[in-house]
Nanobody
Framework: QYQFVESGGGLVQPGGSLRLSCLAS????????VGWFRQVPGKEHEAVSC???????????YYADAVKGRFTISRDNTKNTVYLQMNSLNPEDTAVYYC?????????????????WGQGTQVTVSS
């Protein structure tokens, strides 16, 4: 059955960088739209970045205003892995980050539209 295993989180100083990864098993990531979401205590999931599937869509992407110019979503279909490169991190980026996938075409920023979810990885930005 499916698995979506996250890695790459941790503690980083302000201005630093991290690269999150989600490795998919049990489904072919190229045929799925993928989203990165984050959650802080007391708040709902926030869409950070999303990308459309590679097989039937144009691979279009979405970035939340708070992360534009700093974060980059990408995928390596040969490795069945999606990445979130995070640069110029600040304390406001501290959250639990989740990868999610949904069969289909163009991206969605709505968490309920995603079927497969990673376990979450903590990102803490602090001096």
């Amino acid at each position: 059955q499916y698995q979506f295993v996250e890695s790459g989180g941790g503690l980083v100083q302000p201005g630093g960088s991290l690269r999150l990864s989600c490795l998919a098993s049990g489904f072919t990531l190229a045929s799925y739209r993928v989203g990165w979401f984050r959650q802080v205590p007391g708040k709902e999931h926030e869409a950070v970045s999303c990308i459309s599937d590679s097989d039937s869509s144009d691979g279009s992407t979405y970035y939340a205003d708070a992360v534009k110019g700093r974060f980059t979503i990408s995928r390596d279909n040969t490795k069945n892995t999606v990445y979130l490169q995070m640069n110029s991190l600040n304390p406001e980026d501290t959250a639990v980050y989740y990868c999610a996938a949904r069969g289909g075409s163009y991206y969605s920023t709505t968490p309920s539209e995603y079927d497969y979810w990673g376990q979450g990885t903590q990102v803490t930005v602090s001096s």
